[in-house]
């Protein structure tokens, strides 16, 4: 199986901050890296897919880059709404794994 | 727009087995530009794929290596659902399982999900 890693595990900021999370595969995955939100009691959502394009309705505040291990999500402007966890996830071959989350609270 | 409503028991007994339903309206369970998978999530597993369905020409099943002798992902295609069957299940089975929609193009990603459900094993 591919091993996914994140950090940091969880980080604080403030609104209008910018904030990176990076991903790193236990292998290379080119660019078969998603990346999702997930706020308590709630689904995750999908963001960010194929490493850096943007899912339709999201805000583009976030981008993502990277390729082949190792990965990066950013938030260019910390909103109120984006205090969340956040996964990524390689879809190269099943089992499609998942990283352990970075949690985003407010400082 | 895709929409998932899952169903299914919030409380199954060591030993039995497992069946969550998650019903497909805005797509069809048959459709070749996707895939229906399971996946779990818990505090000492966090997030789990446990496995898929999708159909091109003909039904094709992946299961995650973990769960692979317990796991069944059967498609309804009178109904337009899928389900998960997973059985002996113990206490480490506990957690909540989502369905999802995994779009199948040039790359793979789950796009809508269902609400969740909180699976609870214990006697």
């Known amino acids: 199986d591919i091993q996914m890693t994140q950090s940091p595990s969880s980080l604080s900021a403030s609104v209008g901050d910018r904030v990176t999370i990076t991903c790193r595969a236990s292998?290379?995955?080119?660019?078969?890296l998603n990346w999702y939100q997930q706020k308590p009691g709630k689904a995750p959502k999908l963001l960010i897919y194929?490493?850096?394009s943007l899912q339709s309705g999201v805000p583009s505040r976030f981008s993502g880059s990277g390729s082949g291990t190792d990965f990066t999500l950013t938030i260019s402007s910390l909103q109120p709404e984006d205090f969340a966890t956040y996964y990524c996830?390689?879809?190269?071959?099943?089992?499609?794994?998942f990283g352990p989350g970075t949690k985003v609270d407010i400082k | 727009q895709v929409q998932l409503q899952q169903s299914g028991p919030g409380l199954v007994k060591p030993s039995q087995t497992l069946s969550l339903t998650c019903a497909i309206s805005?797509?069809?369970?048959?459709?070749?530009?996707?895939?229906w998978n399971w996946i779990r999530q818990s505090p000492s597993r966090g997030l789990e794929w446990l496995g898929r369905?999708?159909?091109?020409?003909?039904?094709?099943?992946d299961y995650a290596v973990s769960v692979q002798s317990r796991i069944t992902i059967n498609p309804d295609t009178s109904k337009n659902q899928f389900s998960l069957h997973l059985n002996s299940v113990t206490p480490e089975d506990t957690a909540i399982y989502y369905c999802?929609?995994?779009?199948?193009?040039?790359?793979?990603?789950?796009?809508?999900w269902g609400q969740g459900t909180l699976v609870t094993v214990s006697s």
């Open positions: 999802a929609r995994e779009e199948l193009g040039i790359t793979y990603y789950l796009d809508y």
């Open positions: 805005g797509d069809s369970v048959s459709s070749n530009s996707a895939a």
């Open positions: 369905t999708y159909y091109k020409s003909e039904w094709y099943h």
């Open positions: 292998q290379s995955i080119s660019s078969y």
């Open positions: 194929a490493a850096s």
């Open positions: 996830q390689q879809s190269y071959g099943a089992p499609f794994t």
